[in-house]
């Protein structure tokens, strides 16, 4: 039996406008992770079984439909490995991380299949393949991503990244406390990016300053990042959002959670993904953390998640 995991990730700045040349800014969720186990299959049974009893889905590999994204990452990790049928396993995927949230699932499950496949196989990949062939399955789940997922997830390092660009491993000099409210409400990637899509091409100017603005904010978060001054991130943070919000990007239950944990004296909050549902993020003192824990509860949030980054 082999078993692998991949940890999920959170954007803290620069969502959406990534996807049009500026910088974004992520990080791994180290204590959020997605698991695969492979084992053998029993004598005389042959094939790749794909159980996910997290979502009540078991499948064979033969029998699923060429974009099923957790098949693409078996079929793709044997094709670079140069492994042919007939291969008896069974894989079982199971994850912390909520779907369709903005906590990078599906490039969790990715990588985690790869990194167990491989493993299991006795044939170690390189992160830059495994980051690679987590951003071909990306495709096939969000159809233009940016790359930052299958990135962070796949190094499990803070990256700053530029699209097109190779990805900047970042260090952080202060750990970060974040508080991450999930609203409950699942959004899928392909909506709010094509309809920012749809609305930059009616308005390109507009949306081309705030994507400009989002970067310059981004550029200053990496400065205080690296040497330590966070004092302000907190406010830049806020800075970002406002900047989503006029974009049309946040939502009433996201707002709500904004709100609640501002109040309860987060040092900033912002969504962070996709928008339009999913998760917020709020950062946090250590002794404010289950302050504002209660506030995200009691304002709606579905899953609250403490985690610190480093």
Known sequence: MTLASASGKAILFGEHAV???????????????????VESLDPGTTGVLLDAP?????????????????????????????????????LTIQSQLPIASGLGSSAAA??????????????PLEVETVSKIAYTIECIHHGTPSGIDNTVVAYEK?????????PELIPISTSLNL????????????????????????????????????????????????TGSID???????????????????SFEL??????????????AKLSGAG????????????????VETALKKAGAKQVFITEVD
């Not at 990715?110 to 044939?123: C, T």
């Not at 803070?158 to 190779?166: G, N, S």
Request: charged share 20%; hydrophobic share 45%; glycine share 8%.
């Open 158 to 166: 803070p990256v700053y990244f530029i699209r097109e660009h190779k």
């Open 179 to 226: 508080i991450i409210g999930d609203t409950g409400v699942a959004m899928r990637t392909t909506i709010p990016v094509n309809l920012l899509c749809e609305r930059w091409e009616k308005d390109p100017g507009t949306y081309g300053g705030w994507f400009e603005e989002i970067g310059e904010i981004v550029i200053k978060a990496r400065t205080m990042l690296e």
């Open 276 to 291: 339009m549902g999913g998760i917020m993020l709020a950062l946090v003192e250590p002794d404010t953390a289950k302050i």
């Open 232 to 250: 302000s991130l907190g406010d830049l943070m806020d800075q970002n959002q406002t900047l989503l919000e006029d974009m049309g990007l946040s």
């Open 54 to 90: 997290d979502i009540n889905q078991s499948y064979w590999l033969h029998e699923a439909a060429g974009d099923d994204p957790l098949a693409s990452a078996v079929r793709l990790t044997l094709d670079e490995l140069g492994v042919e049928a007939p291969v008896d396993i069974h």
């Open 255 to 268: 707002q709500r959670l904004i709100r609640a944990a501002r109040k309860a004296g987060a040092l900033g």
């Open 110 to 123: 990715s990588v985690a299949v790869i990194r167990a496949l491989s493993a299991h196989l006795a044939k």
């Open 19 to 37: 996807v049009y040349g500026q910088p974004a800014i992520a990080v791994p969720l180290s204590h959020l992770r997605t698991t695969v186990q």
